[in-house]
């Protein structure tokens, strides 16, 4: 052998780097190592980071609710009975919080769990299940790039159903590949897809349903032919499905009388396409935009994989994974009306798959992959994190801490490194570097950034300011948010100035929080009850509503204000509170 030839074979065993193959060889340690991952990448955030104004308070709120008055047949928030969000996930977070206990009915972590563990079984039923269709080396790839997803990591770490229904929707699509692809798929595989369709449909609605038959539509586009579904045994599978989801119709009979009453068409075709509905139709490309956002690192071999995989449309999988993202992609551009940040990580595991096959078909030639998006300088790569986190502090007027810039720097050498692996060709490098760097992006930006800046969260701001004050009687005027109610303790009929009047008027004040912008109504009401003006308050709260767009100063008063409680000094009145974040000239309560 020649020098030039030696020298070949050893760049090429450096480039065909066999870290992956070798974890993937023995199962148990993948997925031990698959569980560590997520983890790592999950937990920081579904622990540090504050309850989320304001779909994800509501379901913990909801769930609180339902448990505390002993109905798991009538979820409500409030007086407000939400028919569009199937039973099963308020059961979930039911289990959770009597597991918890009393003592934590308010902890938004005890609510988050089961998002946490569907996500994290997710991840986990991508390899196991894939293994029936690709090598596990391929697998374990798939479900890594699929488990450090910003979009994936996202659903993680919110108590909302679109992290529970990420489960049941990758189970499902994963036994639907496997029954497409292989003739003699065994009966197990037909019953773990009707079971979770059955469970999906308790948990979201019809979004299962409506992924598998956009899916079947693609495929039929396809292949012109009907005939493979007769694998699936639907005179068996239908019941099985409809008899797991039939507590969510049950549930609505008992609250509406007859199910969906008092729903318009267009309300019902909205519930049952998912639990998360938007007043507006987004604009078009939403969704596409959301899926390759919310993909990196995968998406750089998005393209590559499309183009490889139209050239193998003859192939069961190649056609499946396809029909996967485009049937479902073209339902949610067309007729969804639903978050494209919530609806698009049920194409992840199809995107995932078709990525990892791209990955580990490297065979050491050095070359950059055609359609990839590596066509970028490795340098600029960088730029995506930094603009991200320079975005945050900048809105907010904060410097980053001392270990978020180190975070941050690290992030942002691990994109550089990816980019270059990428325009090498060293796949399998690439897939490993980039699962650091964006497995640490969503922990860094979850768990350590946004939980660090106080001043957009303004309802745990002051649960910290009057943590030492009576709050039997508390009164919380110029903020509505879900928050409010669910980290205070406030309900709605405590949150105006009519009730700190009569309160006052009953000789019975309790605690008093108002924002600036009502103190001129508040004294107005309490001066109409022949009732002095407010007193001097004896702590303030400056802060952002995220969810309004502007800034809020919240001023505290005691219920004696002769003997005010004890307010840290952090929260002492300043004349001179700068502004915080960007002003809208709408009203902010």
């Avoid at 239908?238 to 007859?258: C, E, F, K």
């Avoid at 639990?275 to 899926?291: C, E, H, I, S």
């Avoid at 907010?396 to 994109?415: K, T």
């Avoid at 952002?544 to 840290?568: K, L, Q, T, W």
Wanted: net charge positive; glycine share 8%.
């Amino acid at each position: 052998m020649s020098s030039f030839e030696g020298a070949l074979v050893v760049e090429r065993q450096r480039t065909l780097w066999s870290g992956w193959a070798d974890l993937a060889a023995e199962p148990w340690r993948t997925t031990l190592a698959l569980l560590a991952l997520c983890a790592v990448v999950y937990l920081p955030g579904v622990v540090r980071l504050p309850a989320v104004d304001r779909t994800e308070i509501i379901w913990a709120e909801t769930t609180r609710d339902m448990v505390a008055r002993g109905d798991w047949t009538d979820p409500r928030y409030g007086d407000t009975v939400h028919q569009y969000r199937p039973i099963g996930t308020f059961w979930a977070q039911g289990v959770s919080r009597w597991i918890a206990g009393d003592a934590h009915d308010r902890d938004i972590v005890v609510y988050r769990i089961p998002s946490f563990l569907a996500v994290t079984l997710a991840v986990l039923a991508l390899f196991w299940l894939g293994r029936g269709l690709v090598s596990p080396e391929t697998a374990l790839v798939a479900s890594v790039l699929f488990a450090v997803a910003p979009l994936t990591v996202l659903v993680s770490q919110l108590a909302i159903a679109e992290g529970l229904s990420l489960l049941p929707a990758t189970v499902a699509m994963l036994a639907l590949a496997r029954i497409y692809s292989n003739d003699e798929e065994p009966i197990g595989t037909v019953l773990l897809f009707w079971a979770a369709v059955g469970v999906g449909m308790l948990i979201n609605a019809l979004l299962v349903p409506i992924l598998v038959l956009a899916t079947v539509i693609a495929l039929y586009i396809f292949d012109r032919d009907w005939c493979w579904l007769k694998r699936l045994n639907p005179v068996i599978g239908v019941p099985i499905a409809l008899l797991i989801a039939s507590p969510w119709i049950y549930v609505r009979v008992h609250q509406d009388g007859t199910a969906f009453s008092g729903l318009s068409m267009r309300e019902v075709l909205a519930a049952l396409g998912g639990a998360q509905d938007m007043k507006l139709r987004a604009f078009p490309g939403t969704f596409v935009l959301a899926l390759l956002l919310g993909f990196i690192p995968g998406t750089m071999l998005i393209g590559t994989a499309f183009k490889r995989f139209w050239a193998e449309r003859d192939q069961r999988l190649q056609r499946f994974l396809i029909a996967w993202v485009i049937g479902y992609l073209i339902y949610l551009e067309l007729l969804s009306s639903k978050p494209g940040t919530y609806m698009v990580q049920t194409m992840f595991p199809a995107l995932a798959l078709g990525v990892a096959i791209i990955v580990t078909r490297e065979h050491g030639a050095g070359k950059k992959p055609e359609w990839s998006g590596f066509w970028i300088w490795p340098t600029a790569l960088s730029a995506l994190p930094l603009a991200l986190f320079a975005a945050v502090y900048l809105f907010v007027g904060q410097l980053p801490s001392i270990p978020a810039l180190v975070l941050i720097a690290v992030i942002a050498s691990l994109f550089i490194w990816t980019g270059q692996l990428g325009r090498e060709g060293q796949l399998r490098r690439w897939a490993a570097v980039g699962t650091a760097a964006v497995g640490l992006l969503g922990l860094t930006l979850l768990g350590v950034v946004l939980p660090g800046i106080d001043k957009i969260w303004p309802a745990q701001m002051i649960a910290r300011a009057i943590a030492a004050c009576p709050k039997d009687r508390a009164v919380l005027v110029g903020f509505r948010e879900p928050s409010g109610r669910f980290l205070l303790s406030i309900p709605p009929e405590r949150q105006t100035p009519e009730a700190l009047a009569a309160d006052v008027t009953a000789k019975r004040p309790g605690l008093a929080i108002v924002e600036d912008r009502w103190a001129k109504r508040t004294n107005w009401t309490l001066q109409s009850k022949s009732q002095d003006r407010m007193p001097q308050p004896t702590g303030c709260v400056s802060g952002y509503n995220v969810m309004r767009g502007c800034s809020v100063h919240f001023r505290i008063y005691s219920p004696n204000p002769a003997e005010p409680c004890a307010i840290p000094a952090e929260f002492a009145c300043s004349e001179k509170t700068a502004p915080i974040g960007f002003e809208k000239s709408a009203s902010c309560d």
